[in-house]
Structures are given as structure tokens and as C-alpha cells.
């Protein structure tokens, strides 16, 4: 079957990442999400006062440059090169200054040594934590690098609401670049707990289809759990959220969970 050709792929988040990059930069919606997603971090931002602002695990850099086009002094750090090469290209095609690093969330200390005002995890990047404990490290690290009353919203998806099933479909999303016609199949796969993400592209070339096939563990991130994560680290007051509209969250029927939580004084 030359016409076709099919990668199976699994194992360290860096290495899948770096593999996943240009797919997950063409499979997500960026005008809806962003559109959805940026007055509501705006508005958390400057409720604060917040200037210098880091986006942690921030992909291919798309919160990172609409942020900084809207004046904020960002910094985007996330595991994979490409996916910073990706963001490098975005923020030079919109004519912004944004510092992107190289570096992991569970240790942010060996790269930042002046406090941000306010930290962004989004995107449900906390799940590609390897474990809880990694978690919980990426967690006290957002309160280190913060300054005293220092703002952190992330982002998780409640896979107990998201994946119910053995398997849960996401619908099937179509996608043209450059001419190039690309089909995108993404499940949930559970196994008692244990969740992984099961990704298809197809893609058309030269009149053949051509797919690739990606499992990717999560860690599950169970809402009340990131709570007391953060609150163990130090924020407080933690709000919570079930959507980009300000809905609040609503355990066990909210997918998403939007934590905006300060920084203590202390
Ligand atoms: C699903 S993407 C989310 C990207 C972006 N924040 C968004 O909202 O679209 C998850 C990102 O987390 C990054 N990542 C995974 N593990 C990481 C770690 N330990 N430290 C920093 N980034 C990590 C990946 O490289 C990837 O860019």
C-alpha cells in the first residue's frame, strides 16, 4: 500500500510534541478560539494591573502574540522547538516582540529570575504533566516565578465529563491549508483511569491519502484536585470558571475548568 502510510507514535511529551506541532497548529480553530478566549484573559489581566506576563506551554504561540499586540510584555515558554519555531514565525508575521524560551513548566526557576505579574497554562497543558507529582511541581513553580498577589489562570479539561466512554469521538474536523485537504479524527480513549488522546490526520497528497496515527497518554486533572494543588502552593482567592464566558464551574457537568487564582501575599 504505497498510497499509504501510517506512524504510530507514543512516549515523552517533548518528543511528542515536537512531532505533533504543525498538526495541532492546523487542526485548532484559532480565529473562533482566540476570539472566545482572549477578552476573557484581557479582562483577568488588567483587573490586576498585569504587565509582564508568561505564557507557560504556550504551543505555537497564538495567546502570546494577540496578548502582546495588545500591549502586554510577554514571554512564551514551552518544551518543543517547533512548536517555538512556529510561534517565533507568528510573532515576526505580526510585527510583536515576544521572548520564547525553551524550558519545561515543572521547572521554571532555572529559567526566569524576574517575578511575571500574571501566568497563563491554557490549553489543557497541565494533562501532559507525565504524573501528579510533575503536576504539582509545574504548579508551585507557577507560584515561584509569580510576584506576591501575582495572578495564574490555567485551563483543564475534566476528562470525567470530556471522556465518559471507552472511547468518545470528537466530531470530525476538515481543514484546507495551502490547498491541501486534511481530516482530523481526535477520540478520548479511557481504560478505567487511565486517558489518552487518539489522533488521525489524513492528508491528501498528490491525489493519495497519507495518515498518521498519534496515542497520547494524559494525566488526568480532576478540578477539585487543581484546587487544592493551587491552593497548597499558595494562591488564594482561586475562582473558577466552566467557560471563556464566565460561567461558573460546575462539577460534573462543566468539560472545562478555568482557574484564575492570585498569588498570596506572603
Ligand atoms: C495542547 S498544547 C497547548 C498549547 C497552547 N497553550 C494552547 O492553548 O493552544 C500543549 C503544549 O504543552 C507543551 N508541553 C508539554 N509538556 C510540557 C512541559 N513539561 N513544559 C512545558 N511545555 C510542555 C507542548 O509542547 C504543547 O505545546
Known sequence: MDNQRTNQESGAAGDLFERL?????????????????????????????????????????????ALARRGFDVTGLDVSGEMLALARGHASDEAVQVDFVEGRFESLTEAFDTPFDALLCLGNSLSAAENLEVLESAVRQFALVLRPGGLAIT??????????????????????????????????VRSGEQIAIHWVSLEKKDGHWRSEVTLRPVTSVDPIYLEQVLSRSGFSPIETYGDYAGTAFDKGRSRDLIAVARRGQA
Not at 495541532?24 to 506576563?53: D, H, S
Not at 483543564?156 to 470530525?172: G, I, L, Q, R
Open 21 to 65: 506541532a504543525t498538526r495541532y497548529e492546523r487542526y485548532v480553530p484559532w480565529e473562533t478560539r482566540l476570539a472566545r478566549e482572549i477578552p476573557f484573559l484581557e479582562n483577568k489581566l488588567r483587573a490586576v494591573g498585569a504587565r509582564r506576563v508568561l505564557d507557560c506551554a504556550c504551543g505555537p504561540g497564538r495567546h502570546a502574540v
Open 155 to 188: 485551563q483543564t479539561v475534566d476528562f470525567a465529563v470530556a471522556a465518559p466512554h471507552p472511547v468518545t469521538p470528537s466530531p470530525v474536523r476538515e481543514v484546507t491549508d495551502g490547498g491541501q485537504e486534511i481530516l482530523f479524527v481526535k477520540s478520548f
